[in-house]
């Protein structure tokens, strides 16, 4: 998968840099790429917003730096992709699909791990990096023309840019791509990876502080252990996430297992 991202704070991007995801991009099973939205300016003062129309607080992102960034990266991975589609010398170049243009905004539709798996399927991604007030809604309308255009929200807060959330997005996205992640058996049973929360979990020592690992942790009667786990997925799930739990209700959760909440 290749990722572009473009941010006019491209060091806020460096932590892709460490662990995990770091890792993946230097096996290369990540080609990640961050581009400074400035270096899409012409003028001496490299200015990247300006005054709202219609009034208000803030500044709002001119439009031409991001259709000159947004047109460069479209060009460049297409090129890519046309390489790879094409696949080598005299075969006919398949026309690329063209790359999901992810949005970071409050007004977006609510980015989570069903999201993760879908766009970890894509062969590129591009995240455009929103600051101020936002972005000229013109650049929007535009890129429809070169992308798939998803507005992508974190959550109900405010933040004072996009930054975070790509942070947060790469990483949900990029632990899900082949390779990445040592045990993909790891990756099963995880919060939300079945829609439920994930099960607690204990280690060394089995006690600890008066505080004692539940007994059929330590029976070895995995059976037992998996239904403890099950039943604690959705006694959590009951508890700290109702709304999860409606899907469940809805066709995943025999009425008996509900008795218990
Ligand atoms: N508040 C923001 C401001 C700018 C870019 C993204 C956001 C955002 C994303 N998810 C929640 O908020």
């Given at each position: 998968?290749?990722?572009?991202?473009?941010?006019?704070?491209?060091?806020?991007?460096?932590?892709?840099?460490?662990?995990?995801?770091?890792?993946?991009?230097?096996?290369?099973?990540?080609?990640?790429?961050?581009?400074?939205?400035?270096?899409?300016?012409?003028?001496k003062h490299r200015s990247v917003d300006d005054t709202p129309y219609g009034g208000g607080a803030g500044m709002v992102m001119k439009p031409e730096p991001w259709a000159q960034a947004l047109a460069a990266v479209a060009a460049a991975a297409s090129v890519a992709g046309a390489g790879e589609a094409a696949g080598g010398a005299g075969a006919m170049a398949a026309e690329p699909a063209k790359p999901v243009l992810i949005v970071p905004s409050p007004a977006g539709e609510r980015f989570n791990q069903a999201l993760a798996h879908e766009l970890a399927e894509e062969d590129r991604l591009v995240f455009a990096c929103g600051r101020y007030?936002?972005?000229?809604?013109?650049?929007?309308?535009?890129?429809?023309?070169?992308?798939?255009?998803?507005?992508?929200?974190?959550?109900?807060?405010?933040?004072?840019?996009?930054?975070?959330?790509?942070?947060?997005?790469?990483?949900?996205?990029?632990?899900?791509?082949?390779?990445?992640?040592?045990?993909?058996?790891?990756?099963v049973e995880e919060s939300h990876s079945d829609g439920l929360l994930e099960y607690p979990v204990y280690t060394k020592p089995a006690s600890w502080?008066?505080?004692d690992v539940p007994a059929v942790l330590l029976s070895g009667n995995h059976g037992k252990i998996a239904q403890w786990r099950r039943h604690e997925q959705y006694r959590r799930t009951a508890e700290r996430r109702p709304d999860l739990l409606e899907a469940f209700d809805a066709g995943k959760l025999p009425r008996a297992d509900r008795t218990a909440f």
């Open positions: 998968m290749r990722i572009d991202v473009v941010s006019i704070f491209p060091e806020y991007l460096a932590p892709l840099e460490l662990s995990l995801i770091g890792k993946a991009r230097q096996d290369g099973l990540l080609d990640l790429r961050v581009h400074d939205l400035r270096d899409f300016t012409t003028d007030e936002g972005i000229d809604e013109r650049v929007i309308e535009w890129a429809e023309e070169h992308f798939t255009v998803r507005p992508m929200s974190l959550g109900d807060y405010v933040l004072n840019g996009g930054e975070v959330a790509v942070l947060a997005m790469v990483e949900a996205i990029g632990r899900l791509l082949p390779g990445v992640v040592g045990n993909p058996d790891s990756l502080r008066d505080r």
